[in-house]
């Protein structure tokens, strides 16, 4: 699948599934979000671009105690769940922005923050985007990326990207905490784990929120119950085929 493919799939998926993420327990909260505005030590005055925002749970998230937050997807109809919820909750200080994280149409040094969260898997050029990253931010900006990983094991790696693409067709990689290491630095970036944690899956919801179609969510039930001891061990696959991944959080430091 080409680039534009990917893209046009990623619009096509969450277009239609916007009302779900936005009530979405594990994209609504969770700890990560606490820990993401905890490391970056606000002082009240920075702006903030969340990349890949989706329905804005992020950009949310930091509005309270940030200045001004650009919340910035691909999908206009998560931007518009993100308006609402912005709506409902009287904040103001929040722009949603329609546009592709891989060519940002902001000047060079225009952010003090970027963050990202739970959308760099959908990414079919990581490495573009971080680099669009590291341009808008500004000499003592801080990056954040905050996603699902997967684990340098090739056999688990293999069987999870496979579920998480017969699941969602928008998906392109969960890449491994080592994986972006090496892409922030490649981008210019000093970068270090801040948190990591477990993600507990409720099959049924996980299937429902993305609206997967039967027939790959039979397969996925299959490719689970008869994945390799290790892989169900890892995973740890449920009878009912509720099963656990890992999160990270990454903090990046521009190097100038």
């Known amino acids: 699948m080409s680039t534009y493919g990917v893209k046009e799939s990623v619009q096509s998926q ?7 993420y936005s009530t979405s327990p594990i994209h609504a909260s969770g700890p990560d979000l606490a820990e993401m505005v905890k490391a970056a030590q606000l002082v009240g005055n920075e702006k903030v671009l969340d990349a890949g925002s989706g329905t804005g749970h992020t950009a949310l998230t ?3 105690f940030v200045a001004q937050v650009v919340a910035y997807d691909l999908a206009q109809s998560m931007l518009d769940q993100g308006s609402k919820l912005a709506g409902e909750r009287a904040i103001n200080n929040i722009e949603f922005r329609r546009g592709d994280v891989e060519q940002l149409p902001f000047a060079d040094g225009s952010f003090d923050i970027v963050t990202t969260r739970l959308s760099a898997h959908h990414w079919p050029n990581p490495l573009n985007a971080l680099r669009e990253f590291y341009r808008v931010l500004r000499p003592s900006g801080r990056l954040f990326i905050d996603d699902i990983v997967s ?3 090739y056999i688990l790696d293999t069987h999870f990207q496979a579920i998480e693409l017969l699941r969602d067709p928008s ?5 491994t905490v080592k994986e972006w290491l090496q892409l922030m630095d490649q981008a210019g970036f000093q970068s270090n784990v801040v948190h990591q944690w477990e993600v507990q899956i409720d099959f049924a919801s996980w299937i429902q929120r993305i609206n997967t179609p039967v027939q790959h969510a039979a397969m996925i039930r299959t490719l689970l119950a008869e994945a390799p001891h290790e892989v ?6 449920q009878p009912d085929s509720s099963f656990t991944m890992q999160a990270a959080l990454l903090s990046g430091l521009p190097r100038r």
């Open 14 to 20: 969450f277009n239609q599934a916007a009302a779900n």
């Open 151 to 153: 684990w340098d094991d």
């Open 171 to 175: 998906h392109v990689r969960d890449h």
């Open 62 to 64: 930091f509005a309270p």
């Open 232 to 237: 169900k061990t890892f995973l740890k696959v």
